[in-house]
């Protein structure tokens, strides 16, 4: 069978393609990415020459023919941890949408493969999700959506709530198609995050590493060495689930949301490695040594937990065919 062509939008460092290219019988003929950074580490995991320019420098034309559109467009201005602008985002991110439109226009994808935050459903009361919805509509394609969370369809022990939207333009396809089945949870927090071993002491807190008091608040308020918690800026929070909780942009970049762990050898951050681990990359995908780690923390912040991905796509597959 001749492999189905995916072409990918803000492709941040491959999630979602990983996800549909581990499904079998998909092939990325073409990624987009504007974030530098973000493409060497897809690069570094892929044959695919990221094309580096804005989107809305990019003539539809110019892209190779492809059946599935993929797109993971910006979600800051929707989500809780961004500032809720939607289509009005002062940056421009909202409208990005409207250039994925630009090119589905142009090239007729047969399948449209959105993901956002959960909160693009009920943002600006439900009128922004409604035009995304009507727009698509209008293009001709069947829309199915649903909001899946990491810990319950991708047995990663993640709390990641996204929507992902599908459309077809066959509608004998979108009748087939379901979403996937929720799984047990069996992956646990020792499966992606090594509390026995020593590693760089940058990662650790240690008493007068940091100003004011953090360091004794972790240890007041850490009491559980198979746990992840949160320093929320003035407290400690830990996540009850026995998860780690959703991973952000500004994740390890000090202050809000950094996730933290009670290890053999003391209280640190998670390491990129871990953070990947919790978005279910696999233990093959590679990490560039020549960038930050502040960028990586962000990249495993911005992207997908690749079994949901995955598991989505076996699905579009089986409608597909």
Known sequence: M??????SFFAGVGGIDKGFETANDFEIVYANEFDKYAALTYELNSKIKIDQRDIRNICAEEIPDFDVLLAGFPCQSFSI??????FKDAKGRGTLF??????VKTKKPKIVFLENVKNLVTHDDGNTFAVI??????????IK????????????PQNRERIYIIGFLDEKQYNKFEFPDAVPLTTQLSDIIDFHTKLNEKYYYTPGKYKGDIYDKLVEAMDDDRAVYQWRRQYVRKNKSGVVPTLTANQGMGGHNVCLIKTD????KMTPRECFNAQGFPEWF???RNISDGHLY????NSVCVPVIQRIASNILKAFN
Do not use: W
Request: aromatic share 8%; glycine share 12%.
């Open 298 to 301: 962000k990249q495993a912040g």
């Open 98 to 103: 409207f250039e994925v439109v630009r090119i």
């Open 81 to 86: 941890a961004g500032h809720r602008h939607g």
């Open 145 to 156: 959506y649903k909001v899946l969370n990491a810990m319950e369809y991708g047995n990663i």
């Open 265 to 268: 050898n003391g209280i640190r």
């Open 2 to 7: 001749e492999k189905i062509k995916c072409a």
């Open 286 to 288: 590679s990490l560039p």
């Open 133 to 142: 919805l009507d727009t698509l509509t209008q293009l001709g394609y069947h």
